[in-house]
């Protein structure tokens, strides 16, 4: 009678295959799993489909540890990324939070290109980061071979106060 019963359990295959359904079903309704923990979470759905026993439970914790799914930092599996991937976007977000950072649109930013010898380019960026005069004129700077570009929302003041500062223009 044993035999009869086991046989109407699902495959482990089969039960990682509804394990990953089920995940991937509550990630694009949900944007991420807010149900699903541990093996005993997926039981009322295997048991809809399945009649209820000790060995249906281990099979699906065998489907579950077959498929090593990681687990975000509340502890709820992640279907979509793997661990490497995920520790990796754990350390990002670590480090964003430190770093206080934030992204910015440059679309309504213009370019302007600073010629100037690559022996001092390092020095003339650490000094403008430095300088009170030039705060708030450029969004960011990068050098660049030749020279440094400063994007700025507001270039015709960059060009005045560079100017200003002994900058001149370019014919």
């Known amino acids: 009678m044993s035999q009869n019963k086991f046989s109407k359990n699902p495959s482990r295959e089969t039960c990682e295959s509804i394990i990953r359904r089920i995940l991937t079903a509550e990630i694009g309704e949900r944007g991420s799993n807010e149900h699903f923990r541990q093996a005993a979470d997926f039981m009322p759905y295997f048991e809809s489909l399945y009649p209820a026993s000790d060995s249906l439970s281990k099979q699906v914790q065998r489907a579950i540890k077959s498929l090593g799914l990681p687990k975000d930092e509340r502890g709820y599996f992640v279907i979509n990324k793997s661990p490497l991937q995920l520790k990796q976007d754990q350390e990002l977000k670590r480090i964003f939070g430190l770093a206080a950072s934030a992204s910015f649109d440059l679309s309504d930013c213009e370019a302007l290109f600073l010629e100037i010898q690559d022996t001092y380019a390092d020095y003339l960026m650490h000094l403008m980061t430095e300088s009170e005069s030039l705060k708030g004129t450029y969004v960011t700077m ?5 020279g440094i570009i400063l994007y700025t929302r507001n270039k015709e003041q960059a060009l005045k ?5 002994g900058c001149s223009e370019s014919q």
């Open 142 to 146: 990068q050098k660049t071979c030749n």
């Open 161 to 165: 106060i560079l100017r200003q500062l």
